[in-house]
Every structure is written in structure tokens, then in C-alpha cells.
């Protein structure tokens, strides 16, 4: 997978963000000669992960509408109901990738871990079933255990998941 590099980003922050070493991004990018002088735009291979347009799945989140949307090659899948992040700690908006999952990771996750390319956040179940619909997470994307175990079932890592307002 190729990442662009944004304004004020570090190789140490692009690592954390896809759960890679920096070792492993250096080695998948024997041109970075300095890894502290990145440029705006520069892109980056992170080893791993496949090209985000070659997956046929994407995913859609809608704060407002508290609605995760599965499409395939453009369609509607199915659409799921989900907590967001409250307004103090508010599920960020823009584009990401899953990229890597973790069952059973125990406390309020819930039955599945997807994170996202946005160290901390992920789309995760919940032990509080409840919370779905509301703003109550502290930035990620809850969802019932049966729906979450059913869409990491579907879409591999690499997918895309936009979230918007």
C-alpha cells in the first residue's frame, strides 16, 4: 500500500499509525535516506497491506447518521448502526485503512478489534450493547459483537473506511 505523506507527518508517526516498525517502512523504502526529512506528498510503501483500490469493499461511517455502510464495488451492502465518539473525544473524520484486527481483545472492545490507520482508533464490539446510537465512545466506532464479527468477516485488511460528519 502506498501512503501520501501530509503536512507535519513523521516516518515515527506513519509507522504507529499502520502498526509498523520503522525498520519495516525503511526497509520497504530503501530511498529514505534521513527517515526525519519527509516531504508533503512524498509517498511511502507500507509493507503489508494491499493497495486500497484492488479490495472491492469500502467502508462509509456517518457521525451523524451513526451508521457504518458496507458497500462492494460501489454498492450498498448493508448498513449497520454504530456509537461515535463523544463530543469531547470525537471520532475523527477523513479517509483510513483497517489495518490489522484483533478477536477477543477483551474490556468494552468487545468480540473484534479493526484498527485503523489512526493509532488509537478502530472500529471495535462492545460489552455495552446500550451505548449503539449514541455519542459515547472516546473516538472509535462501536458496533454491535455480531455485526462487527460479521463485517471483519467480509473485509480484509487494507480496506478503506471513510468516515464523515
Same mark, same amino acid.
Given at each position: 500500500?502506498?501512503?501520501?505523506?501530509?503536512?507535519?507527518?513523521?516516518?515515527?508517526?506513519?509507522?504507529?499509525?499502520?502498526?509498523?516498525?520503522?525498520?519495516?517502512?525503511?526497509?520497504?523504502?530503501?530511498?529514505?535516506?534521513?527517515?526525519? @526529512?519527509?516531504?508533503s506528498?512524498?509517498?511511502?510503501? %507500507?509493507? =503489508?497491506?494491499?493497495?486500497?483500490? *484492488? $479490495?472491492?469493499? +469500502?467502508?462509509?461511517v456517518?457521525?451523524?447518521?451513526?451508521?457504518?455502510?458496507?458497500?462492494?464495488?460501489?454498492?450498498?451492502?448493508?448498513?449497520y448502526?454504530?456509537?461515535?465518539?463523544?463530543?469531547?473525544?470525537?471520532?475523527?473524520?477523513?479517509?483510513?485503512?483497517?489495518?490489522?484486527?484483533?478477536?477477543?481483545p477483551?474490556?468494552?472492545?468487545?468480540?473484534?478489534? @479493526?484498527?485503523?490507520?489512526?493509532?488509537?482508533?478502530? %472500529?471495535? =464490539?462492545?460489552?455495552?450493547p446500550? *451505548? $449503539?446510537?449514541? +455519542?459515547?465512545?472516546?473516538?472509535?466506532?462501536?458496533?454491535?459483537?455480531k455485526?462487527?464479527l460479521?463485517?471483519?468477516?467480509?473485509?480484509?485488511?487494507?480496506?478503506?473506511?471513510?468516515?464523515?460528519?
Open positions: 500500500m502506498i501512503h501520501i505523506v501530509k503536512p507535519g507527518e513523521t516516518l515515527n508517526l506513519i509507522a504507529g499509525n499502520y502498526r509498523r516498525s520503522i525498520r519495516q517502512l525503511l526497509a520497504a523504502n530503501p530511498r529514505i535516506i534521513n527517515p526525519n @526529512l519527509l516531504t506528498g512524498q509517498a511511502i510503501t %507500507i509493507p =503489508g497491506l494491499p493497495e486500497p483500490a *484492488s $479490495i472491492p469493499y +469500502a467502508i462509509e456517518s457521525i451523524g447518521r451513526k451508521t457504518l455502510t458496507l458497500f462492494r464495488r460501489g454498492q450498498i451492502i448493508k448498513t448502526p454504530i456509537a461515535t465518539g463523544k463530543m469531547l473525544t470525537g471520532t475523527p473524520t477523513g479517509e483510513f485503512v483497517i489495518v490489522n484486527r484483533e478477536p477477543n477483551g474490556g468494552p472492545y468487545g468480540a473484534m478489534w @479493526l484498527s485503523l490507520s489512526n493509532k488509537g482508533y478502530g %472500529i471495535h =464490539g462492545t460489552n455495552d446500550s *451505548s $449503539i446510537g449514541k +455519542a459515547v465512545s472516546k473516538g472509535c466506532i462501536r458496533m454491535h459483537n455485526d462487527v460479521e463485517l471483519a468477516g467480509t473485509v480484509p485488511n487494507g480496506t478503506r473506511v471513510i468516515i464523515r460528519p
